[in-house]
């Protein structure tokens, strides 16, 4: 899983943050202001930082162990194969979904979900491609975290 790379507060403002965007596109006066700064993808990927940051607390650090707990069974159980079948493909899907939804500027209220439940999937991506998403998702996520703490007066 993605590690705590950004604090509960932090993840909480990442929430906040993409609740009031989510509302401020829904403004008439301010509806064209943000579609031109792009906020339908802001709002996802503060969604995606706030479900990482939830690492960070004890209900998350509790789904991070059932979340490896089912993988793991997955794989020992069902056989290392049908196992990256049963737990890679579905976080493959979600990822591919989600980064073509930034890029083709079609985010939707699923892109949010996505968003939600993309850290999670994205553990249960085996080997070096599962690395290498995680790694990625770090990355943006521990960047996004700190510039939205930083202005919330939390770094």
Known sequence: MIETAVTAAAGG???GSAALLYYAEKLPGLSKITDKLHTDRTQAVLIATASAAMVATPAGAWWNRTVNSVNDWAVGSVGEWTGLIVTGIPGLFVTAIFVNDLITRRVEH??????????????TIPGPIGAGVQSVLAWVVTKVGTLVAGAFGMA
């Open 13 to 15: 403002a990442c929430a």
């Open 110 to 123: 699923r892109t949010r979900i996505l968003g939600a439940v993309l850290p999670v999937l994205a553990s």
